[in-house]
């Protein structure tokens, strides 16, 4: 089955872009996501990118995708304080396997 | 690590019935869990945050009275589909929040109930 892997901590200092990584197994998935999760909140849909795509950009969001090497990466420019948060990477058609997410620090 | 599971995995049932889905987070306690609904090909949706000991907090848009959040331990929160309907079919899905001595703050998934109303 599908299994997603995403590294677990990134320290990023404010102002500077950060870049968090994730690879897949399944090249059958039709859907990438990204999701992040605010403390104490749940998660909530930042972007998602279909597999037919190489690239999609949302404001201060670009999400890049490899299929040829299963990997998906989203990167935040100008980070800033507030996108201190866990970023959970997900791939999946009809069920969706989730990563077990990044957790981004805003150095000052 | 940590593990939380889900029971059933999934479920077939008759229009108007009432069914359960159980969330347990098996070797830690969780204060807080998560509901959230998968519809065939889309992204996870939130449905609501169960904290134990106190009602839940749904999101807009999400019916109360149709979806009974009870977080009765630290280990447990039940979610009752009350009066289902085939448009209720979806793929469940719970996690648990551990906040450790540390203060990281994460978040563990279940596996993921398929309810399918007939």
């Known amino acids: 089955g599908e299994d997603v892997e995403q590294s677990l901590f990134l320290s990023v200092r404010e102002g500077d872009s950060s870049v968090i990584n994730c690879t897949y197994t399944d090249s059958s998935s039709t859907y990438l996501y990204w999701y992040k999760q605010e403390p104490g909140a749940g998660l909530q849909l930042l972007t998602y990118i279909f597999s037919n795509m190489d690239m999609k950009q949302d404001q201060r969001l670009t999400v890049l995708l490899n299929k040829k090497d299963k990997h998906l990466s989203l990167r935040i420019a100008d980070t800033q304080t507030g996108d201190s948060a866990i970023y959970f990477c997900?791939?999946?058609?009809?069920?969706?396997?989730f990563g077990k997410g990044t957790r981004l620090h805003i150095l000052p | 690590g940590a593990v939380v599971s889900q029971h059933p995995s999934w479920v077939i049932c008759k229009s108007g019935t009432s069914v359960k889905i159980e969330c347990r987070s098996l070797?830690?306690?969780?204060?807080?869990m998560f509901w959230y609904r998968q519809f065939p090909k889309q992204s996870l949706m939130l449905m609501a945050t169960?904290?134990?000991?106190?009602?839940?907090?749904?999101e807009q848009g999400v019916e109360k009275d149709k979806f009974l959040i009870n977080h009765a331990s630290l280990t447990l929160s039940t979610l009752t589909v009350t009066s289902a309907h085939p448009e209720d079919s979806s793929f469940y899905i719970c996690s648990a929040r551990v906040l450790t001595s540390g203060g990281t703050d994460t978040q563990y998934f279940g596996p993921g109930t398929r309810l399918t109303v007939l």
């Open positions: 169960s904290n134990e000991g106190s009602k839940a907090t749904y």
């Open positions: 070797d830690f306690q969780a204060t807080t």
């Open positions: 997900a791939a999946g058609n009809d069920k969706i396997i």
